[in-house]
């Protein structure tokens, strides 16, 4: 009986250990090797001969690598460019869209829902449907250009528009995902104040840029905070629409990173460039942090 109880005894003071260690097993095996495998990778150039994989340290190189990669400076320009104008319009739209949605009485639940169908749809889906609009040759684009007289445009294919074309997509796809953090946030918003707001003589220009907007600050902090780092990652819609042409016109760091790896199979410098975008990433989530945190306090 004794026995038993100090069993159960032991079991009582170290559950929490029983529960959280198969968890905390997983996250070092799924997170924190592959972390500490990347450092190492980065610092090493990596070879195969004969079915094996030769390391060889190697720490400045791939650094070196990285200052002197005319194409990965490229690549984060166009990626910061494509972030800070997708995530702008992203937000405008769907607040515009939130605001308008969450005013109206009848069939809200239907405008919802029809909103949301792009962001439940598979990125490779959405590639594939708008480079078929983009074609030059039968797109929908230019069928509308051509009916009105005028010629076709190369949407994809020049260098001054297939960055601004891929924009148009990624704005089409996620303006619905802001939309829902917004909207969410506007409905829950205390309406006395509204009403009081009107009751009071405001105009509705005026509820929406000194009451309805000051109030959703945090919920627009938390929509771009999202929303910018999901662009920052963006792949999909370019690798189907551009490829990151014409020339590197479109090249953003996720598909130089993809190129490094896959197509020119240097794992050593693949890894320095994975861990400069991580480190960019942290670095822009602890501004985001402080801004979020200024932007909460002056509430």
Request: hydrophobic share 55%.
């Amino acid at each position: 009986m004794r026995e038993e109880e100090t069993v159960s005894d032991f079991i009582n003071r170290h559950f929490k250990w029983f529960t959280l260690g198969p968890a905390a097993v997983l996250l070092l095996l799924l997170t924190v090797y592959p972390i500490i495998n990347l450092f190492f990778m980065a610092a090493s150039t990596i070879t195969f001969e004969q079915a094996r994989e030769i390391w060889t340290f190697t720490p400045m190189r791939n650094f070196q690598s990285l200052l002197d990669d005319e194409i990965f400076r490229i690549a984060l320009w166009n990626t910061v460019l494509f972030a800070l104008v997708s995530v702008a319009i992203e937000t405008v739209l769907g607040l515009c869209l939130a605001i308008l949605v969450s005013s109206v009485t009848a069939f809200k639940g239907i405008m919802r829902t029809v909103l949301i169908i792009p962001v439940l749809m598979p990125p490779v889906a959405i590639g594939s449907m708008w480079k078929l609009m983009y074609s030059h040759d039968f797109g929908v684009f230019n069928q509308f250009l051509t009916g009105v007289g005028l010629s076709p445009v190369n949407w994809t294919g020049s260098t001054a528009l297939a960055l601004s074309s891929v924009i148009i997509v990624d704005v089409w796809h996620w303006t619905p995902f802001v939309f829902l953090i917004l909207f969410a946030a506007v409905e829950g918003l205390p309406r006395e104040v509204i009403e009081a707001a009107r009751v009071d003589g405001a105009r509705n220009w005026d509820i929406v840029f000194k009451i309805i907007i000051p109030l959703l600050k945090p919920a627009i902090v938390v929509a771009v905070l999202f929303r910018t780092i999901l662009a920052f990652k963006v792949f999909d819609q370019i690798f189907l629409l551009t490829s990151g042409g014409p020339g590197t016109s479109t090249e953003v760091v996720s598909l130089h990173l993809y190129k490094v790896f896959f197509v020119q199979n240097d794992l050593g410098y693949g890894a320095m460039l994975s861990l400069a975008i991580i480190a960019a990433t942290i670095a822009f989530l602890l501004v985001g942090q402080r801004a979020g945190a200024a932007i909460g306090g002056k509430r």
